[in-house]
Nanobody, 124 residues
């Protein structure tokens, strides 16, 4: 079992930045690839970014490439998402999730544990 708690969400103007954190507890954090998902009202949950167990391999959705950076600190059991140049379309609840494998996985069923989510609102 892995418990995940997100923080760092909030209200920001377009063009601004936020840094999300996801603190993990329970089983060994470094055993899991990790991902950040988001879900906007009326839309399906989508994968924003993912990282493998070591942090050496990353994935980004086309919509956030060049603006978001995922990272992890296995010593601190923490996952991060640095979000720059934010747009109103980035408004959503952001969730961190632990994958079922060491390597990056990209589909929702491949993620075993989920946080409760943190709201990100970008005003125009």
């Amino acid at each position: 079992q892995v418990q995940l708690v997100e923080s760092g969400g909030g209200l920001v103007q377009a063009g601004g930045s936020l840094r999300l954190s996801c603190a993990a507890s329970g089983r060994t954090f470094s055993r899991y690839a990790m991902g950040w998902f988001r879900q906007a009202p009326g839309k399906e949950r989508e994968l924003v970014s993912a990282v493998n167990w070591s942090g050496g391999s990353t994935y980004y959705a086309d919509s956030v490439k060049g603006r978001f950076t995922i990272s992890r600190d296995n010593a601190k059991n923490t996952l991060y998402l640095q979000m720059n140049s934010l747009k109103p379309d980035d408004t959503a609840v952001y969730y961190c999730a632990a994958g079922s494998r060491l390597r990056i996985v990209t589909t929702i069923p491949e993620y075993s544990y989920w946080g409760q989510g943190t709201q990100v609102t970008v005003s125009s």
